[in-house]
């Protein structure tokens, strides 16, 4: 931390010359000495106005606000966790409902050859014969 | 350690808040996009860093640490990194396209007084070594501290404030010869 008696004319200059005359922009360990050492003496003054002046010319640079539509394309972007967890679910659920779905057909399979034809015993060739080839079942035969 | 205002809007997005996203987005996005506006020169492709870095805040808040730096550093340095794979994109291109870049902006009839002003030192500022232009951009125009500048920019304290000096004094040999004219435009 500089303090003014540390603080000296050249360093000032060097000081404005990067920073500007805006105190704010000045390193924050020299700010203080810095801003008592200028008010203390007229050459660092009279370098600050010059910092100054070159300071609001600078400001004058193009400065734009963002449009509503880029707004809109950032804020699509963010991906709501909740909705992340909702589509999880909804998939799972969907997969889930597959599921049961497949159990349900294969158990009415089962029961199609039940009714229809009374206790099968599928391991035996003779059955296929007995239950013919329009009869839809819900696997293969392998 | 300093405290970092943002810390609990990246922790509100990362637990899904819509709300504490806009409001970051507001808070930063002017300041983001106009930085890329200044080193790239393009504003399609200034627009399009600023989404990108937002992107990057979307995808990674939940991973933040906060004291390791501050957000808006941080941000910063990420929308600065897409800035530069963009210009190193640019030296691969052709002329052609550069050219493109340079017609697109409006000429100086079709510009209010102080829109020429504008064009004036933007102009300037492109005419500064990519260096000297990133140190004046993050310091003068986006309000970092010095260690903040030379942290994001790799490169010691003492190198970033000779390269902010060397800066200013090519602005001031490029903008003092028709000063009169900018302060005069600048009063109207």
Known sequence: ?142 | MVSDPDTELVERIAAGDAMAARTLMARHLPSILNMARRMLQSPHEAEDVAQDAFCKVWVNAGKWKPGQALFKTWLHRVALNLCYDRLRLRQHADLEAAAEVAASAPGPAQMTLSGQVAAHVDEALQTLPQRQKEAIVMVHYHGMSNIEAAEQMGLSVDALESLLARARRALRAKLTPIAPALIGAMDE
């Open chain 1, 1 to 142: 931390m500089r303090t003014i008696e540390t603080m000296s004319l050249e360093r000032f200059k060097a000081l404005v010359e990067a920073y500007g005359a805006s105190e704010n922009a000045w390193p924050a360990s020299e700010r203080a000495a810095a801003l008592a050492f200028c008010n203390a003496n007229p050459q660092a003054r009279a370098l600050r106005e010059e910092a100054a002046s070159l300071d609001a010319i600078l400001a004058q640079a193009q400065t734009v606000r963002p449009s509503a539509a880029l707004e809109a394309r950032i804020m699509n972007g963010f991906k709501h966790p909740a909705a992340n967890v909702a589509t999880m679910r909804t998939t799972w659920m969907g997969a889930g409902a597959i599921a049961a779905c497949l159990v349900l057909s294969l158990m009415a399979g089962w029961a199609v050859l039940k009714t229809s034809h009374g206790q099968v015993d599928l391991s035996d060739p003779a059955a296929w014969d007995l239950i013919g080839e329009d009869l839809e079942f819900p696997t293969s035969k392998s």
